[in-house]
């Protein structure tokens, strides 16, 4: 099988997200799609503690302690950035104003519900932040994931069976062997990476996959 | 004349009693009031419920109030961070209780309670392990679970420069969940870096009107005796 990197998934996301839109990364992997977006688009990055205009992390010794990102990392503010409180960032989630959240995911199901914030054999307590909200507001929800856990089992199911972090939300899965799109069909693979076929990504996916379009 | 300054930080916390429920602004490293909660801390009441976006870091803020056995119960959407040692041993303790809410749940809650309105139907959580038991309504089709306000005794509020009527701006993104906490409880006490004149401040610029808060303490005057 052909897999793609981190770096590489990030790169792929990256490409699909249009000039103009605002744009919620979520921790962890999504958080680099960032660093491939093209310099010719713009893209206002939104942080749930109530940034919109996230710039890059600041030179050394001029962070700032108040201004962190969603992942309490040091940010800067882009110039037509500006601040607001919780109860709004996440008016601007909830009331579907961001264009794209970009999420990992632990399961996605073939309706598109998403678990991503706990498992059944959690060793540490619960924790969510504000995956739900963003899970239920984006207009369009972007999963980044590994196609198979470590031991190579599907984590794209005919339903997921850790506890969800929203009903029928995924809009679209990039995983290291293919795109997915969540339809009212069923997912659909519309893009296989390198010399992967969908048998062989199908041999690795517990949902029913529909064949790309055009082949 | 309304003169809302108080001299020390020991002295804007000093009636917090034994039991009491308490919302502390903050998200991450960003606008906590670290003197206010070291202050709480110093003044040993115990029993408290902690109402909070993070359960704390290290050996400050709320981990500081989790470590000395000082936290009955927790409010909080992500308690669990790199560092969050002290809650997630009280918690494997079964010392501390936790209420998990989505983050933007959370800051409706407490809006909602310093608003006056009495419940809110949000999609945020439907389907979900942390909607059991709630109240649930599909409308147009999409299903909403019943949130209700969530208020406290006493908040604890960080800004970055008040008046002596208690109006705050506050810097960059360490506003988070401070204005929500300041409207939802009858006592709002404010920690911020400076206090000026009344008139000092651009009246365009402040976030929380000084009518929600009820004592500010400047963190120039103010010294924490150990």
């Given at each position: 099988?052909?897999?793609l990197?981190s770096?590489?998934?990030?790169r792929?996301v990256?490409e699909?997200?249009?000039?103009?839109s605002?744009v919620?990364?979520?921790?962890?992997?999504?958080?680099?799609?960032?660093?491939?977006?093209?310099?010719?688009k713009?893209?206002i990055?939104?942080?749930?503690n109530?940034?919109?205009?996230?710039?890059?992390?600041?030179k050394?010794?001029?962070?700032?302690?108040?201004l962190?990102?969603a992942?309490?990392?040091?940010?800067?503010l882009?110039?037509?950035?500006?601040?607001?409180?919780?109860a709004?960032?996440?008016?601007?989630m909830?009331?579907?104003h961001?264009?794209i959240?970009?999420?990992?995911?632990f399961?996605?199901?073939?309706?598109?519900?998403?678990?991503?914030?706990?498992?059944?054999?959690?060793r540490?307590?619960?924790?969510?932040?504000?995956?739900?909200d963003?899970?239920?507001?984006?207009?369009?929800?972007?999963?980044?994931?590994?196609?198979?856990?470590?031991?190579?089992?599907?984590?794209?199911?005919?339903?997921?069976?850790?506890?969800?972090?929203?009903?029928?939300v995924?809009?679209?899965?990039?995983?290291?062997?293919?795109?997915?799109d969540v339809t009212?069909?069923?997912?659909?693979?519309?893009?296989?990476f390198g010399?992967?076929?969908?048998?062989?990504?199908?041999?690795?996916?517990?949902?029913?996959l529909?064949p790309?379009?055009?082949? | 004349?309304?003169?809302k300054r108080?001299a020390?930080?020991?002295?804007a916390?000093?009636?917090?009693?034994?039991g009491?429920?308490?919302?502390i602004g903050?998200f991450?490293?960003s606008?906590?009031?670290?003197g206010?909660?070291e202050a709480l801390?110093?003044q040993?009441?115990?029993?408290?419920?902690?109402?909070?976006?993070n359960?704390?870091?290290?050996?400050?803020?709320?981990?500081?109030?989790?470590?000395?056995?000082?936290?009955?119960?927790?409010?909080c959407?992500?308690?669990?961070?790199?560092g969050?040692?002290?809650?997630?041993?009280?918690?494997e303790e079964?010392?501390?209780?936790?209420?998990?809410?989505?983050?933007?749940?959370l800051s409706?809650?407490?809006r909602?309670?310093g608003?006056?309105?009495g419940?809110?139907?949000?999609?945020?959580?439907?389907?979900t392990?942390?909607?059991?038991?709630?109240?649930?309504r599909?409308?147009?089709?999409?299903?909403y679970?019943?949130?209700m306000?969530?208020n406290a005794?006493?908040?604890l509020?960080?800004?970055e420069?008040?008046d002596p009527?208690g109006?705050?701006?506050?810097?960059?993104a360490?506003?988070?969940?401070?204005p929500?906490?300041?409207?939802?409880?009858?006592?709002?006490?404010?920690e911020?870096?400076h206090?000026g004149?009344?008139?000092?401040?651009?009246?365009?610029?402040?976030?929380?009107?000084?009518?929600f808060?009820?004592?500010v303490?400047?963190?120039?005057?103010?010294?924490v005796?150990?």
């Open positions: 099988m052909f897999r990197s770096e590489d998934m990030a792929r990256a699909d997200i249009p000039d103009g605002y919620n990364l979520g921790i962890g992997m999504p958080t680099r799609v960032a660093n491939f977006v093209a310099d010719d713009q893209v990055y939104h942080s749930e109530g940034i919109l205009g996230v710039g890059p992390a600041p050394p010794g001029e962070e700032n302690t108040n962190i990102n992942g309490k990392q040091y940010v800067t882009l110039p037509g950035g500006c601040y607001f409180d919780n709004e960032s996440f008016a601007m909830r009331g579907g961001l264009d959240a970009v999420l990992g995911a399961q996605v199901a073939e309706n598109g519900d998403l678990a991503n914030w706990a498992t059944n054999e959690d540490f307590p619960p924790a969510v932040g504000g995956a739900m963003l899970a239920v507001g984006a207009k369009k929800l972007f999963v980044i994931m590994r196609h198979t856990t470590r031991e190579n089992e599907p984590k794209i199911l005919q339903r997921c069976t850790f506890p969800l972090t929203g009903m029928g995924v809009s679209r899965i990039f995983t290291d062997l293919s795109v997915l009212p069909e069923g997912l659909r693979v519309i893009e296989l010399s992967n076929t969908f048998e062989e990504v199908q041999s690795l996916t517990e949902a029913r529909l790309p379009l055009n082949s | 004349m309304i003169d108080v020390s930080l020991r002295e916390v000093m009636d917090i009693p034994h009491a429920s308490v919302m903050g991450g490293s606008g906590i009031p670290l206010l909660i801390r110093q040993r009441a115990g029993d408290l419920t902690i109402i909070s976006n359960a704390g870091v290290g050996e400050e803020g709320i981990a500081s109030l989790l470590r000395d056995g000082l936290v009955r119960k927790i409010v959407s992500f308690p669990r961070s790199a969050s040692i002290w809650f997630e041993k009280r918690f079964g010392a501390v209780e936790l209420e998990l809410v989505p983050q933007g749940t409706e809650r407490i909602i309670a608003a006056g309105i419940g809110f139907l949000t999609p945020t959580g439907y389907g392990k942390l909607a059991e038991g709630k109240e649930t599909v409308i147009d089709g999409k299903g679970v019943l949130e306000p969530l005794d006493f908040a509020i960080k800004a420069a008040s009527w109006n705050l701006v506050y810097d960059t360490g506003r988070n969940f401070n929500m906490m300041a409207m939802a409880a009858p006592l709002s006490i404010a911020v870096k206090i004149q009344l008139g000092e401040l651009d009246p365009e610029r402040i976030v929380t009107p000084g009518i808060i009820d004592r303490v400047s963190q120039e005057t103010i010294h005796p150990t």
